[in-house]
């Protein structure tokens, strides 16, 4: 069965880095897009970024592109999000996903709060 396990989160201030993780099981790692969602406080869950299953084509949200880079690294089943310059704006719970077929896979999420 799928699993995805994220982590890396914690409490950072304004300006700083966080790197997250997200270990996958349970599927073929490299047959699929990985994906970054986050839910601030009282918002819906939004798109972060995507990368493709190859690894070569990424994309991001209007809001952190240019701060934020996601990566995958197949051997280890790993897929990456570093994340600079953080603003009290990325506050929120990180998810990856997966969407095989008509089914979307999510991980439990790791908590990243931004402030000073």
């Known amino acids: 069965q799928v699993q995805l396990v994220e982590s890396g989160g914690g409490l950072v201030q304004p300006g700083g880095s966080l790197r997250l993780s997200c270990v996958g099981s349970?599927?073929?790692?490299?047959?699929?897009?990985m994906r970054w969602y986050r839910q601030g406080p009282g918002k819906e869950r939004e798109f972060v970024a995507s990368?493709?299953?190859?690894?070569?084509?990424?994309n991001y949200s209007d809001s952190v592109r240019g701060r934020f880079i996601i990566s995958r690294e197949d051997a280890s089943k790993t897929l990456q999000l570093q994340m600079n310059g953080l603003e009290p704006e990325d506050t929120g719970i990180y998810y990856c996903?997966?969407?095989?077929?008509?089914?979307?896979?999510w991980g439990q999420g790791t908590q990243v709060t931004v402030s000073s």
């Open positions: 990368i493709s299953n190859d690894g070569r084509r990424k």
């Open positions: 996903s997966i969407r095989r077929g008509s089914e979307s896979y």
């Open positions: 349970g599927f073929i790692f490299n047959w699929y897009e």
